[in-house]
């Protein structure tokens, strides 16, 4: 079985002429001389390195489709019919105090120096892509009024159009990156935390100095790479000068903005944009030990760590250096991923799926427990969307794991509620929409419970930020009944034990037990007592 059809994707706008398509390749059955398009080899063949990434740029986020050969559909929840784990001290189990409706879905993570979140999950990197720009007032105050952290991801300060340098090159001024830091703090009311995060590029600039003496804030991020991709964050700009401004800035430009040749097919409307890249990253522990002092020295109370899909020599680096650095929190992103640009072959093609992944990293956890190494809080990432399957990981990851990364599934409803509010302003409200009101108070089911507790400054929360406020909610809902289900009335009482494998497969790379097999010990015991 073929696991992903190659060459035509609506990502890359490409589709194959025939019904009939060769799997491995991807190429239609019978390939026409005069084919009128477009599959993408088709499309390279005029538009060349623009169809490795998904677009239109800015306006989409793209999820990569490879259908691997286990995930976490192929886990069950347990659901029991007795006892009620995690209720608060002094509560006896019973049906009028074992309701759904109070459990307890707050999490927390840190070394010593602790940050609570009201809900397991927060923002993937929302960095210098167009789409994270424009809708940030969304994302953030979304992510600051449902009580989660948010995630500032790579080069915010590096392509900030406003950005002023001092005599060593170093961050003196970034707009942007004002704007991305208050906008959160404006609503943050004691949960979660805005985490900045750092590349190749934002060191040299000084990102993390500039964040820690303007913004006197508690956390930085050192980047190792994202599960769509390990070789550094790109955009793309469709200014010249623009182009030619980030080369200086140190950013890798492609193709050269700088060349006459590249310059004289922009203006002949052949080059229509440029790529920004980031450079790779060299880790040693040495010297990751010695930044991981550095940041500390700088005034940082916490540093984490976010890393990709690598392989597992990169994951024991990534859990052993971290342990002995004393990371706050290492997330740990699987593919394929998604994101506002990365190249498209890379995303489908690359990297330890997400399943396959956290099972790696809970038997690596026992092997350092079993040397008597304290393992840091850990988060997991990569194609999450429900509250199922955040159960499902934070479960088969306990007690390591204490929340899960979510990035395409805490945009969208952000992007929903901000376009609700143009369609509202423009009376063009979509059925879809229409069909539940046509006022904000009667489409946004939360609005309400947002203006008794916010009163007037409810006016200051844009539309998308209601959006995703609504969505945590559901999310809260969800997670408590499955919480509830199987017993558990707060996160640190979900196991392991309350997942079965529901293939052979599964249950050999997870190690949660077959579906035929799960408690068959015990259910003997009483069975045949």
Known sequence: MNLRQPNANEATGTVNRSRSVVPCSGICTRCMDGCKGSCEIWLSSFRGREV????PFGGITAGADKNYPIDYSHLNIQGYAMGAKGLPEGIEAGPDTAVFSTVDT???Y???KKVKMRLPIFTGALGSTEIARV???HFAVGAAISGITLVCGENVCGVDPGLKRDAKGKVSSSPEMDRRITTYQKFNEGYGEILVQMNVEDTRLGVAEYVASKHNLDT????????AKCIGGEIKVTSLEQAIELKNRGFIVLPDPTLKENQAAFRA???????RHSRLGFITKEGFLEEIDRLHDIGFRRVTLKTGAYSMVELAMALRYSSEAKIDLLTIDGAPGGTGMSPWPMMNEWGIPTFYLQSLTVKFCEKLKKKGMRIPNLAMAGGFSDEPGVFKALAMGNPYFKAVCMGRGLMIPGMVGKNIEKWLQAGDLPKSVSKYGSTVEEIFVCYEELKEKYGSKVKEIPMGAVGIYTYTQKFRTGLQQIMAGSRNFRLSTVSRDDLMALTEDAAEVSGIPYVMEARYDEAMGVLLD
Do not use: M
């Not at 409307?269 to 790529?275: R, T």
């Open 106 to 108: 707050g999490t927390e």
């Open 269 to 275: 409307g052949a080059i229509k944009e440029f790529e």
């Open 52 to 55: 490795l990434y998904p677009g």
């Open 220 to 227: 930085i991020e050192l980047k190792w790479g994202q599960g």
């Open 135 to 137: 809708n940030w007032e």
């Open 110 to 112: 840190g070394w010593d």
